[in-house]
């Protein structure tokens, strides 16, 4: 999946674009074969079901764990965060990357050994 996304209201771009969340997101999407979990479409985004905010998305168990994973599509995502909650969905040349390392991007990584574990896991648990 190439597209990537953020939300708005607060800061959480360096998560979204760090090599762990796409690799997460797209184990995640992968084991649900990008089908939107709530109505069957094609999925393109990989929802938190307990959302982020700047405090758990540096919660490697909140922010990279299955468990707190759903496919949804665009239509679904929207629904689900209300209609007023932009997502902006940046292609590969998007202005993404001239996103700076927010303080909580920093902090996450200081998560590194939780996150090696989850990843590990997930991982293992692939067929
Ligand atoms: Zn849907
Ligand atoms: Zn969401």
């Known amino acids: 999946m190439k597209s990537r996304y953020s939300f708005k209201d607060y800061d959480n771009k360096a998560f979204y674009n760090s090599a762990a969340w796409q690799r997460v997101s797209s184990a995640y999407m992968n084991s649900r074969s990008y089908i ?10 990989c929802h938190h079901k307990k ?5 758990n998305v540096k919660d490697p168990y909140v922010a990279l764990s299955f468990e707190n994973l759903e496919a949804l599509c665009l239509e ?3 629904i689900e965060h209300g209609l007023n909650h932009s997502v ?3 292609d590969e040349d998007g202005d ?5 390392e927010s303080q909580e991007a920093k902090e996450f990584k200081k998560n590194q050994e939780q996150i090696e574990n989850l990843l590990r896991g ?3 648990r692939k067929e």
């Open 88 to 90: 902006a969905i940046f």
């Open 76 to 78: 679904c995502h929207n």
């Open 51 to 55: 959302w982020l905010n700047g405090e």
């Open 122 to 124: 997930i991982e293992s």
């Open 96 to 100: 993404i990357s001239r996103v700076r």
């Open 36 to 45: 939107c979990e709530r109505c069957g479409k094609p999925a393109v985004i």
